[in-house]
């Protein structure tokens, strides 16, 4: 079936359609009809316009919504800068980041029961720089309770891609509710302001925050119309809004990796009804209609590429995700694993699951990770390689039961010294694990090949 089980039921109603020109009201008529600021719009409500590109970006690249709602953001007491508050990737951090080309493999990482989505965001590695809006930073959450009820999170740096590993994240935004389940991913775009509950208990994935571009999905080229990520299975939040004008309410923004905090005394989930380009959406990457060949050879895993920000003139992403899912393999004469390889760019792969890890990936296990730097060769352990060297190629039904990832990026990734030390699940033995024990199986001929060089 091309849809995940979920555990957890779904409770929202979305809209659907990635890149579609979206409008959804919460109150009948709240949207007013053909002009996006009228002198005076319905209900009294405030207009508000939320841009994520240039006014001048080509149409359809530009990124831009209406919003109508009881109160404007601007309506909040003065930020200030909250040293108490996590550390989500601070500039001092990207500016330490170490660089290695050593493999790099971790255990799961460990949640915290008692930090929420905020405390919670440890930086793993990235490469760039919020202010340039240049780059990116990769990121593990480990949460073990919702966030406080009248604090809401936003970030100025980037669109921020959630890839959901353990546990179910009900996030609030600006424009309705988004339940994200494992196996799904959501993309909270700049500047949208969230908060995150936990209705399934403690929860634990991946994030990847775009500090330039936006996430959208890539040419499907001679493939055609369809198939990979399929335009129609992306989900939308429909409007929702509270009433409360009285209350404290708090508001931590991010600002060139930074954190503020300021105060306001009316909700900022206030947006009766929104039209546009520009927001949040989510996606179940059960629904990923994956490509492969059906007669010969190995394609590149590029042909697994959910969504990306579109190559930058002369260069490719700065980052784009891909997905493994489950798959059949029939291609005949063939090494059907991954082929060994160095790679331009650096890879950074995690397992959501795997319902028999321990046989299939080693001591690679989901709510871990493993990086693989700029040219830093990678490939099949001794096992896998013997195995599928001699294995009969029949049809066979590969990854039953298990989805992995990889955020490939064009940037050199410097690790964090969370990510090397502090959080404790580095994997020291990975190279002695996976490819020191590989013997050359090399067979030298009885008659030498002539060059056409003398001796």
């Known amino acids: 079936m091309p849809v995940t089980k979920f555990d957890v039921p779904e409770r929202y109603r979305y809209l659907e359609g990635f890149g579609s020109y979206h409008q959804s009201e919460a109150l009948k008529d709240a949207l007013p009809v053909g002009q996006n600021s009228p002198q005076k719009p319905p209900y009294g409500l405030y207009t508000e316009k939320l841009s994520g590109t240039s006014f001048t970006a080509p149409r359809g ?95 100025a740096d980037g669109d921020l891609l959630i890839i959901a590993q353990q546990g179910t994240l009900d996030i609030r935004t600006d424009f309705g509710h988004l339940l994200v389940r494992p196996s799904e991913i959501c993309v909270i775009p700049r500047g949208f302001r969230y908060h995150v509950s936990l209705p399934d208990g403690p929860v634990r994935g991946f994030a ?17 119309s369809q198939s990979m990520a399929n335009e129609r299975d ?33 909700t900022p989930f206030d947006v009766v009804a929104w039209h546009g380009l520009y927001y949040p959406w989510k996606y179940d990457l059960g629904r990923y209609a994956t490509i492969s060949s059906i007669s010969y050879h190995h394609p590149d895993p590029s042909i697994f590429t959910v969504t990306a920000p579109g ?29 060994y390889h160095r790679n331009t760019m650096a890879e950074l792969v995690g397992l959501i699951k795997s319902p028999s890890h321990e046989e299939t990936y080693g001591s690679f296990q989901p709510g871990g990770a493993r990086l693989h730097n700029t040219m830093t060769g990678h490939g099949p352990d001794s096992v896998t390689l013997e195995r599928e060297s001699n294995e009969e190629l029949l049809p066979v039904k590969a990854g039953e039961g298990t989805l992995a990832f990889v955020i490939e990026s064009n940037r050199l990734m410097g690790v964090s010294e969370w990510g090397l030390e502090g959080c404790g699940k580095r994997q020291k033995d990975y190279n002695a694990q996976t490819w020191l024990p590989l013997r050359s199986r090399f067979e030298m001929p009885d008659e030498k090949m002539d060059t056409g060089v003398s001796n």
């Open 311 to 339: 190559e930058a003139p002369g260069g490719p992403p700065v980052a784009e995700v891909a997905v493994f899912p489950p798959r059949w393999l029939a291609m005949e004469g063939t090494f059907r694993p991954p082929w």
């Open 234 to 266: 992306f989900q939308i939040p429909v409007a929702a809004f509270d009433h409360d004008t009285t209350s404290t309410f708090k508001i931590v923004t991010k600002f060139n990796n930074e954190l503020f905090v300021a105060t306001q005394t009316h």
């Open 61 to 155: 690249q530009n990124q831009h919504s209406w919003l109508y709602r009881i109160l404007p953001t601007a309506a909040h007491n003065p930020f200030t800068k909250d040293e108490t508050l996590a550390k989500i990737g601070t500039r001092s951090d990207l500016e330490s980041l170490s660089y290695t080309p050593t493999q790099l493999r971790w255990s799961p990482f460990d949640i915290d029961a008692s930090a929420d989505w905020l405390h919670s965001m440890h930086l793993l590695a990235g490469r760039g720089n919020a202010a340039d809006k240049k780059g990116m930073a990769a990121f593990i959450y480990m949460a073990g309770k919702s966030m406080e009820a009248n604090t809401s999170f936003s970030s």
């Open 208 to 224: 990847v925050e775009l500090y330039e571009g936006q996430w959208t999905l890539p040419n499907r080229g001679p493939i055609g």
